[in-house]
């Protein structure tokens, strides 16, 4: 008899956002707008941490200007995706996994493959989630 784990009930939305957290403001956490690094912490809603930016008064949070933000879905089943991606799956096998209609599971790789050629973010992630693979 086979158990049947899925990785999405492993990993929490609370580990996305750190590791998230963790590869983004490598350099410290900075205004999206103006690029200054004083700001200050603006609270916490579920996991995701929200900032102001002293200089230019801008609020963003973790996800500001990223391909996870302003959308409806969990920030785990993004990088889940990501990290689907990285093991070859289809669409169709990734939506399985992620309890997702195919739809949504093309529009997010298509979403994601276009931004990994753009952005750091995504980048790093990939690679952190290689590692998480070959261990
Ligand atoms: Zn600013």
Redesign the pocket.
């Known amino acids: 008899m086979m158990f049947e784990v899925k990785i999405q009930d492993i990993v929490s939305e609370d580990y996305c956002f750190e590791k998230v957290r963790e590869l983004r403001w490598t350099n410290g956490v900075h205004?999206p707008?103006?690029?200054?690094h004083n700001?200050k912490k603006d609270g916490m809603r579920t996991s995701r941490q929200y900032y102001q930016?002293r200089?230019?008064?801008?609020k963003f949070d973790d996800l500001t200007d990223t391909v996870f933000s302003n959308s409806k879905l969990p920030l785990k089943t993004w990088i889940l995706c990501l990290y689907f991606m990285g093991l070859n799956l289809s669409n169709v096998q990734i939506a399985k996994e992620l309890d997702i209609n195919v739809k949504t599971a093309h529009y997010m790789t298509e979403k994601l493959r276009g931004e990994i050629s753009e952005k750091k973010l995504i980048y790093s992630l990939m690679e952190r989630l290689n590692v998480m693979k070959s261990t």
């Open positions: 205004c707008a103006c690029n200054s700001v930016c200089e230019c008064n801008k």
